[in-house]
């Protein structure tokens, strides 16, 4: 933003901007009629070398409607609840110009139709996320945690880049609409690499998607403001690994093999990889999410904990769940952060549960769509979590049974960390004085949250998953069901179903036995050791920075020394010396002596007419 | 044409005129020296956007073309002109050339001298990029590279001053003297009997050198325009010669004078030498490695900001090397494109360091902290250079890294994947480690004298650079489509 002093102004700009993409993007989706599953393109040549073509390309499908819609929506509700949130803050011009050049560049991932613009985009959301996450920079540990969010990033884009070079050499373009032609048509066209390359690109997702092991930065991001967590952390650019995954589904199909030197790995398939990373995510942030006392830290880790969900359902060849998940999860996820923002702009940024309490009384309506999201969160019906969460046990279960009892347990472990948080800090009596006094948030807060009350509880009504099935497999798509119907589908397949059911009933009796009316955390004591290791995130950021502190920075320090003192040091001063030594001794020749230089130039001479004649 | 001048020529020797007439002007008229020195780049800078604007990109031979007979004997011709390899580089240069003038506000003694150092220094930096001519290429490039040294030697700054100027003049004259040898190695190996570089590489297409002198010629050619550019282990000379010079010098020789070299590399080696060329190559891929992941690494560790510039811009010269190394038309092309971008960069990063250095008396970033809310503009613009110095997309530095990348991967795999590490994580790493050290954190707000560039006249220069590098990052085909068809002819590829 151009005007740095006129705060106003700056606000309404942005917040114009992205509520008319909204009202666009929901014409869109409903203006196209179902029928019709063609992908519209445009492009202009953005710059061609040789092969090289990458077009500054726009694709729109159904996918990318479906995205628009999420991202608009949860985007617009947040940049309108930002305004009063962000009232009093002296850098809101900033502010709202990182949160609309986040909202192009998420929009641009969504939209582009060739790897080399959507990795530009990509970038770019990168950038957004640091310049939001350490919005407060004066504050080292936001400061500290953009660096970190960045980096990780970084990390996974490495790998997503050359899984794009990759694929360029083997098929010779970028776009995505070609390479899926032309995987349709030679599905062993990626040869030996094809394994090699879904990883890489997998890498991407694992970066932005915060899977394991690059997971640390997203709890770290939680420094940034609230509403910043909520789209960015929460909603949106977390979910862009995923989106990525169903986008590109067409690379995994591919025949999996390895080269000859990793013969002994032929069995595996990037997908067997991808749901194992999704698996392991998912269950480790929601046990770490057991653990924690910061409501925002408590819902990055559930956000960990539902995009490896996602991540999983890829895995098991289910794009289609996955983007269920992602669209449900978007605005349910988005408005437990709201609400969070509200408690905390409530207590004056306290942001400790065990500090809160009785909450329910003081901010009725807060705590009401609260528990309307936690509901949604732990997938009880007719909420929309559950029949996408549903979607995904159902996925699991066709392709693995480990897998489908790591999701169930993983259910469990989420509804109970959700009304752990929400007895903790809603039921029960004030704890501090902050409680005591809290009040409910202004209307401008409160209006985006009711607004996404709505899809959070019906989007179960209408699954994504006719429109967008005609995308990933060539049979036509099945009709949508009536809502009424729609409500009961998940029953179609009972285990499943009632897995998901049993598993949030017992999470939330198990954590009404323990927390309802508690005082204090009684697991700690219970569980000892394990309680510890839980709180402090299996130690995972202490061995990164070991590693990092006794690897890069021994390697750099030691190259430096190299560079400082031996390279150009002795080397250099070595030569210095050389030229200084044949000086001195050329001086010792410079006698001023005229017949020192009578002698030496016969001498010259005759040496001279020796070389010459003799041999 | 302008009285049978073409306007490439006016661009050369405006700057050169100017420090002759300088050169008899009383000392007295301190202000003067300044003036005239902005006034004649600022036109030099026009005119080079004018000739970057009008160049017809795959139009065939050379545009805005001077040749005058010099000496007839030797056939040596003061033959100017610009094809898709010189196009953008001149432009950059002519721009860097008014930021470094606007940038120079710093020099209080000796204006006189400083001045008229500068222009001849602008006018044999272009010179040396428009030249077809082999004995102009070489002398015009020596005509900027003494007052680099005096520069540095004379106004420099920091205790280390005298060794910096030491080192950089005992590298870059031995550099110069490996390169005179293989420049006349090739003149007489070649047989032409000419110095006219189109006539040259005619002659060379259809009668080429035998092989077994194109593998001593190359070498030569290799190492001296490499120890021009930093090639790993010929690079100690850089970021300490670029931390002591003062801040136009540091502009002019980071962002522009040094790109000779590789510009020597792809306009005379590559094609000139190709057998050579081929069994080098891969020498040039492990070298480069060094640049890029050795440096890097260096560069992590710097405390000193300008250090870090100086560690970060060898380091990005090995993208170059890199591209160059790949003998593809994506490579030579990226790395044309990364000399032009990073020539923009780099000068901006040190008019930016130039600029705190000033303010600050010193560089050191741990004595630096929370600058961002103290000179929000500067801030944000070194924000921007350094964020672009790790390869984000909107700046030129990503397309290059990406076409130099995309262009390496067939010959040299393995190399391709720690270069992308390299690019992307070991950059993101110490750039991201300065902004942490300088632009945020807690805000200092006593004892730190430092005040924003408020005056438009102080913002220019910055926002020149900038826009320049927006304005290609974000339309690249503007670069892009001029290198394409002169680096396809390099490579002796038909044009695309």
């Not at chain 1, 942001?351 to 909450?359: A, F, K, S, T, V």
């Not at chain 1, 029960?428 to 985006?448: D, F, I, N, Q, W």
């Not at chain 2, 990029?129 to 106004?155: C, K, N, R, S």
Request: net charge positive; proline share 5%.
């Amino acid at each position: 933003m151009l005007c740095p002093t006129r705060r106003e102004l700056s606000a309404r700009l942005s917040i114009g901007a992205v509520v008319a993409a909204f009202w666009l993007s929901f014409l869109l989706w409903f203006a196209a009629d179902l029928k019709q599953h063609g992908a519209t393109e445009t492009a202009f040549q953005w710059f061609s070398v040789d092969n090289l073509v990458v077009a500054f390309g726009l694709r729109l499908d159904r996918l990318s409607e479906l995205m628009l819609l999420v991202v608009t929506g949860v985007a617009g509700a947040i940049h309108i609840y930002s305004y009063s949130y962000m009232a009093e803050d002296r850098d809101v011009p900033r502010y709202f110009a990182s949160l609309s050049l986040f909202t192009f560049a998420m929009l641009g991932i969504v939209l582009a139709n060739n790897f080399v613009l959507m990795f530009v985009f990509w970038e770019l959301v990168g950038l957004s996320s640091y310049l939001l996450i350490g919005f407060w920079f004066e504050r080292p540990a936001a400061a500290d945690a953009g660096k970190k969010a960045f980096l990780a990033n970084r990390i996974g884009d490495t790998g997503f880049l050359l899984g794009i070079i990759l694929l360029w050499s083997a098929t010779g373009s970028v776009h995505f609409g070609t390479i899926q032609q032309l995987l349709h048509e030679q599905p062993k066209l990626l040869g030996e690499m094809s394994t090699i390359i879904g990883l890489l690109i997998f890498c991407g997702a694992v970066g932005k998607s915060a899977q394991f092991p690059l997971h640390v930065w997203l709890p770290d991001a939680m420094e940034g403001p609230t509403p910043v967590s909520a789209l960015i952390h929460a909603a949106t650019m977390v979910a862009a690994g995923i989106f990525m995954l169903c986008r590109v589904f067409f690379v995994f199909l591919a025949e999996p093999s390895m080269p000859l030197m990793l013969a002994g790995l032929s069995g595996i398939s990037a997908l067997d990889v991808i749901a194992a990373i999704g698996m392991i995510t998912a269950l480790l942030a929601a046990l770490m999410a057991v653990q924690q006392n910061d409501i925002k830290r408590i819902l990055a880790y559930s956000t960990l904990s539902q995009l490896g969900l996602m991540v999983l359902a890829v895995g098991c060849r289910g794009p289609l769940p996955a983007m269920f998940h992602l669209t449900t999860h978007a605005f349910f996820k988005a408005l437990l952060f709201l609400g969070a923002g509200a408690v905390i702009h409530a207590m004056h940024h306290e942001q400790d549960i065990w500090r809160m309490g009785g909450l329910g009384r003081k901010m009725p309506v807060t705590a009401a769509v609260f528990l309307a999201a936690t509901l949604a969160l732990c997938g009880l019906p007719p909420f929309s979590g559950f029949y996408s969460k549903d979607a995904i046990l159902a996925c699991v279960l066709k392709q693995n049974m480990v897998l489908f009892l790591a999701a169930v347990a993983t259910s469990v472990l989420t509804a109970f960390y959700m009304f752990r948080l929400v007895f903790v800090a809603f039921a029960g009596k004030p704890r501090t004085s902050e409680a005591g006094h809290a009040h409910e948030a202004p209307a401008l807060m409160l209006y985006p949250m009711l607004f996404l009350v709505v899809p959070s509880v019906l989007a179960g009504f209408w699954s994504v998953e006719p429109y967008l099935e005609p995308l990933f497999s060539a049979h036509a798509a099945t009709a949508v069901k009536p809502w009424y119907e729609q409500l009961l589908a998940p029953f179609d397949e009972p285990l499943a179903a009632f897995a998901g059911l049993g598993a949030a009933g017992f999470g939330i009796f198990a954590a009404a036995t323990l927390y309802l009316g508690a005082r204090e955390d009684s697991l700690p004591s219970r569980w000892g050791a394990f309680a510890r290791v839980l709180r402090n995130r299996f130690y995972i950021d202490e061995i990164y920075r070991v590693c990092i502190t006794l690897g890069l920075d021994a390697v750099a320090a030691i190259l430096d020394f190299f560079d400082r003192w031996i390279l150009a040091g002795v080397i250099v001063r070595g030569l210095h010396g050389t030229v200084e030594l044949t000086g001195r001794i050329l001086r010792l020749f410079q006698t001023g002596n005229l017949h020192t230089y009578g002698f030496m130039f016969g001498l010259g001479v005759i040496i001279t007419l020796w070389l010459a004649l003799m041999r | 044409m302008f009285f049978g001048l073409s306007i490439l020529t006016i661009i050369i020797l405006l700057p050169l005129l100017a420090a002759l007439v300088l050169a008899f002007v009383p000392r007295e008229r301190g202000v003067l020296f300044h003036g005239v020195a902005l006034v004649v780049t600022g036109v030099v800078m026009v005119l080079g956007a004018g000739l970057f604007w009008q160049f017809q990109p795959g139009a065939k031979g050379l545009q805005f073309e001077q040749s005058w007979i010099w000496v007839a004997g030797l056939d040596i011709r003061f033959h100017l002109g610009l094809d898709g390899l010189n196009s953008g580089l001149l432009f950059m240069g002519t721009l860097v050339a008014f930021a470094a003038a606007c940038a120079s506000w710093e020099i209080r003694e000796r204006t006189k001298e400083f001045y008229i150092l500068l222009l001849v220094m602008t006018g044999g930096i272009l010179g040396a990029f428009a030249a077809q001519d082999l004995f102009f290429f070489y002398v015009f490039h020596e005509l900027a590279l003494i007052p680099t040294f005096l520069m540095i030697g004379i106004w420099g700054r920091g205790e280390r001053k005298n060794y910096a100027t030491f080192q950089i003049t005992l590298y870059l004259v031995v550099g110069s003297l490996i390169l005179l040898v293989g420049l006349l190695g090739l003149y007489w190996q070649a047989g032409a009997r000419t110095f006219d570089l189109v006539e040259l590489a005619a002659h060379l297409r259809a009668r080429p050198i035998p092989v077994a002198a194109q593998a001593w010629i190359f070498p030569l050619l290799l190492f001296g325009f490499g120890i021009l550019v930093s090639l790993w282990p010929f690079h100690t000379w850089a970021p300490l010669g670029y931390a002591s010079a003062p801040t136009s010098t540091a502009m002019l020789h980071a962002g522009v004078l040094k790109k000779f070299g590789v510009y020597g590399l792809i306009r005379i080696a590559l094609p000139m030498v190709p057998e050579g060329a081929r069994h080098w190559l891969p020498v040039i891929a492990f070298l480069c490695l060094g640049n890029i992941l050795y440096c890097g690494l260096v560069a992590v560790r710097q405390k000193d900001l300008n250090l870090l510039i100086g560690n970060s811009s060898v380091a990005h010269m090995g993208f170059i090397f890199l591209g160059i190394a790949s003998g593809s038309l994506l490579g030579v092309t990226g790395a044309v494109v990364i000399m032009v971008a990073h020539g923009l960069l780099a000068a901006l990063a040190f008019a930016l360091s130039g600029y705190l250095h000033q303010q600050l008396g010193s560089l050191q970033m741990d004595a630096m902290s929370g600058l961002l809310r103290r000179v929000p503009f500067l801030g944000t613009v070194l924000l921007l250079t350094l964020m672009a110095g790790c390869g984000l997309p909107g700046f030129p530095n990503f397309i290059g890294e990406s076409l130099v990348l995309f262009g390496v991967w067939k010959p040299f795999p393995l190399v391709t994947i720690l270069a992308a590490w390299g690019a992307l994580v070991i950059a993101a790493v110490y750039m991201l480690r300065a902004i942490r050290k300088i632009l945020h954190g807690p805000v200092i707000e006593q004892g730190l004298a430092l005040e924003d560039a408020r005056n438009p006249w102080r913002k220019l220069p910055f926002a020149l650079l900038l826009g320049a590098l927006l304005l290609l990052g974000c339309y690249p085909r503007l670069l892009v489509d001029q290198v394409k068809p002169q680096a396809a002819a390099v490579l002796r590829l038909p044009s695309p």
